[in-house]
């Protein structure tokens, strides 16, 4: 018990850590949900790595860090809508070179500062054992803003998963939809990077929620499974840290990729042969 | 509609036209698929597009349930421009785009259908339920209620999807291919259904490969070849004739229509099974 | 079914992880106060000072750049649980920021060095051969180990706040010490001696010799990374100042230090025909004493120049 619990209890920025942990979790299991299911990968990372010059000038001028990310991700989510509007050929390579430059843009603007690498090191990797209660009742307001969104908005946002054309037919508008999709994912990164940073945000987005999906038959029970999943990363992650002294960002999201490819091969295991259509039907 | 689904026409509108074309053209961005479409459908009656892919049947039903804009002449659907009337309109495109990672039921995918009537906000309720459990029973998959979509057989998803169609009880249903891999059983509960709707009050447009059964219950039948190449009841228009204008080669014999899809088709699907 | 078969071996095989590898360190309590200093050069003074009265931890691994170290969990956990915590302060310990702020908040008790000081400001081109306004003149100097007179008024300082802490009377160690710190003061004057004045020009990997130069009359001709840090990053203007004013000078060595990019110095030191020479700034030698850390770098210097 000493092991698992004393870590918590007796060292308040510890617990402090955790519920950070917790909260995120729940933003990022919802917002990760929407992201595997609507193929939206490859601009969440891109937002992920697009915040930085917001956050950079926000460190750099003395303004919150999460600020600076809304304003970074403002200009990120313009620039992915512009892009994917005007060309659907190249808007792949577009959205990688802008997000690219959004990063480099923020390294310039890091660089400038006297605790650079320190700096960097902090918003790339996070810094969970220095949160603040500030940050975690913000954490808390866009928690409960997602959770809302996604309760709100679940018909069209399961009919847009299922079939977007089904869905315009419907009566649910797609840009309006997809465009609140884009702006939870945004939101969650926004106050998600503090614990992980900007480099492995994305990882918590991705790895609770596609274990997740192996797992479920429904949506509610994969988003579900991802707020499980991501909690237990973050107190397993916290803990290990704590005891082998380890990065505490990185090692939580080490442990939620551990525990996808637990649930990969555990699932593949399982059918250990290719279930053939034919016997669903017959029998 | 009333208490039992029937769709009530209201006084005043009887026969007015469900769908109304005139001098219409379809197509994408600024290319014109087809020009100069000349149609109207009936309420409570139903029109089948047959022609080969690419001859443009799906942009027409894609146009008229509003995913398309029109690109000259004039389209309403009930009096109204397309997209107006969501919960009047039930549609079932070709592609399915959901890629199987989502995890949903049958059930789940069936309950979509009942969306369009109530809206982000309103509950649904144990009548709605009923609908639902019905229109997995007119396709027979009510036993694959929870199944995973991605653990079911093509045919089981096509009628999963048929199944959808049904619960909503819409006014007019837009089907494109609803058969495409059915197997026979499935198609015969197809066709009931699609007498069930008719008999409700319904309105059917739907794009097919098969000549013999449905396009034969249909009161219209419009032959698409990049043109209007013939439209009128069935019996008029499926003449070897015009067949061969549709889809280039018609093989007869024995009152059996064999139809082999040439260059004209962007490789279709397999020509429709003709048994007997 | 499968979903609990699942869960079940994932938590099995974390918590039988954690269990096998964890050796839980057990704290002796034996019941002396516990002081922790941020870094070692002040720690390795402040055990001269409290001997066995206390346990001394030090936060930042002898080596190891004090500006940007970052503090595990458990290290966090020793400063949250201090008796005292004796840091350098001016913003030395970047890293570690804040943390210290927490545990300051926290109520946990501090000792700041940088309060019982005069402190040095950095003067106009010092280290900032472009002269950009916004590179660091007027700050303040942390660095202030680097003097031992300094480090004089840091010990006696602690005599009262050891006492009004932690009841530690450590008085008589005290005046030992700065009798010692007297003579290391001397004795770095003589080995400075042996470079002629014109030859005291001194170029660094940062600006971290201040309050050196000041003590024994060096000038500071420039630095590699204009910055009171060595986190800061080195810019293409500044190296070419700096290289005009190496040349200008005449001066005699380049001292790299913690920090410093050896490729960089390498780079500048081919280029205008000077010696590179390492300088361990930051980080005590082998036996731990400061004493040993001053001589040598009063050495390595004199050595260089003379």
Request: net charge neutral; hydrophobic share 45%; proline share 4%.
């Amino acid at each position: 018990m000493d092991l698992f619990i004393t870590p918590f209890s007796s060292n308040g920025f510890m617990l402090q850590a955790f519920i950070a942990g917790i909260l995120v979790s729940i933003a990022c299991a919802i917002a990760g949900t929407f992201v595997i299911l609507r193929g939206l990968a490859f601009i969440g990372d891109a937002l992920a790595h697009g915040v930085l010059p917001g956050i950079a000038v926000a460190i750099l001028v003395g303004f919150p860090g999460i600020i600076g990310a809304a304003i970074g991700a403002s200009f990120m989510i313009g620039g992915i809508t512009l892009i994917t509007q005007r060309s659907r050929l190249s808007s792949d390579t577009a959205i990688g070179l802008l997000f690219i430059g959004m990063l480099s843009l923020g390294v310039v603007i890091v660089s400038r500062s006297n605790s650079f690498s320190g700096d960097l090191t902090r918003i790339l990797f996070g810094e969970i054992l220095g949160i603040s209660i500030q940050s975690i009742l913000i954490q808390f307001v866009a928690t409960f803003v997602i959770v809302a969104i996604a309760i709100i908005c679940r018909r069209p946002f399961l009919m847009l998963s299922f079939d977007p054309e089904q869905a315009e037919v419907a009566g649910f508008s797609v840009r309006l939809y997809h465009n609140i999709m884009l702006f939870m994912i945004a939101i969650t990164v926004i106050v998600s990077f503090q614990t992980v940073g900007t480099l492995l945000v994305f990882g918590l987005l991705i790895a609770p929620a596609g274990a997740g999906a192996l797992l479920s038959r429904r949506i509610e029970a994969m988003m579900a499974w991802a707020i499980f999943f991501g909690v237990l990363s973050m107190y397993s992650g916290l803990l290990i840290s704590y005891h082998f002294n380890l990065a505490a960002g990185a090692t939580i999201i080490l442990v939620t990729v551990v525990i996808f490819f637990i649930t990969f091969i555990i699932q593949n295991i399982r059918h250990h042969r290719p279930v053939h259509p034919r016997e669903l039907t017959h029998g | 509609m009333d208490s039992q689904g029937k769709i009530v026409i209201p006084p005043g509108s009887a026969g007015a036209p469900c769908i109304q074309a005139k001098a219409l053209d379809i197509g994408y961005s600024n290319d014109v698929v087809v020009a100069d479409i000349n149609f109207e459908l009936k309420q409570g009656k139903a029109i089948a597009l047959i022609g080969t892919n690419g001859c443009g049947k799906s942009t027409l039903l894609k146009t008229i349930v509003g995913l398309l804009p029109s690109l000259g002449g004039q389209l309403s659907v009930f009096g109204m421009p397309p997209g107006s009337y969501h919960r009047r309109i039930a549609y079932l495109g070709q592609f399915h785009h959901s890629g199987f990672v989502l995890p949903i039921r049958a059930i789940d995918v069936v309950r979509m259908g009942r969306f369009p009537l109530y809206g982000l906000w309103k509950r649904m309720g144990q009548r709605d339920d009923e609908i639902v459990f019905s229109a997995m029973r007119t396709m027979g998959i009510e036993k694959l209620a929870d199944s995973p979509l991605r653990s079911l057989s093509g045919g089981q998803q096509q009628r999963t999807y048929v199944a959808q169609v049904l619960a909503h009880r819409a006014d007019l249903l837009v089907l494109d291919e609803p058969t495409s891999g059915l197997d026979a059983g499935g198609r015969e509960l197809y066709l009931q259904a699609v007498n069930n709707e008719l008999r409700r009050g319904a309105s059917i447009i739907v794009a097919t490969h098969d000549i013999q059964e449905e396009a034969a219950l249909c009161h219209q039948v419009m032959l698409l070849a990049r043109k209007v190449v013939a439209i009128g009841a069935p019996q008029d228009v499926l003449t070897p004739d015009a067949l061969l204008k549709t889809f280039g080669i018609v093989v007869t014999g024995d009152k059996r229509l064999q139809v082999i899809e040439t260059q004209h088709g962007h490789g279709g699907p397999e020509p429709p099974d003709t048994k007997i | 079914m499968k979903s609990k078969f699942v869960l079940l071996s994932i938590l099995a095989m974390l918590l039988l992880f954690t269990t096998l590898a964890c050796q839980s360190e057990v704290t002796s309590n034996t019941g002396k106060k516990s002081i922790v200093v941020t870094y070692s050069i002040l720690g390795s003074l402040v055990k001269d000072l409290v001997g066995n009265q206390a346990t001394v931890t030090v936060s930042v691994p002898n080596g190891l750049d004090p500006h940007e170290w970052e503090p595990s969990a458990k290290d966090i956990e020793t400063i949250n649980k201090a008796d005292l915590v004796i840091e350098n302060g001016l913003g030395l310990e970047g890293g570690m920021e804040k943390t210290l702020e927490a545990a300051k908040s926290k109520g946990v008790k501090f000792f700041t060095a940088s309060d019982y000081i005069s402190v040095r400001y950095v003067g106009t081109g010092e280290g900032i051969p472009s002269g950009d306004p916004d590179q660091a003149v007027g700050a303040a100097d942390p660095h202030l180990w680097m003097d031992p007179v300094t480090m004089k008024s840091v010990v006696s300082a602690l005599v009262p706040a050891l006492m009004k802490d932690l009841n530690l009377d450590v008085a008589a160690q005290a005046t030992d010490l700065e009798n010692q710190l007297d003579s290391l003061n001397t004795e770095v004057a003589n080995i400075m001696a042996q470079i002629p004045q014109a030859d005291r020009k001194l170029v660094t990997g940062h600006e971290s010799m201040g309050y050196f130069a000041q003590r024994y009359g060096f000038k500071l001709i420039g630095v590699i990374i204009p910055s009171l840090s060595s986190q800061a990053e080195v810019s293409a203007a500044d190296l070419a100042a700096l290289k005009q004013a190496i040349e200008d000078n005449h001066v005699k060595a380049i001292f790299t230090e913690l920090g410093t990019s050896p490729a960089v110095a390498k780079a500048i030191g081919d280029e205008t025909g000077v010696k590179v020479v390492e300088l361990t700034t930051h980080a005590l030698s082998s036996d731990g004493s400061y004493f040993t850390f001053m001589r040598d770098l009063a050495n390595v210097i004199a050595n260089a120049l003379k």
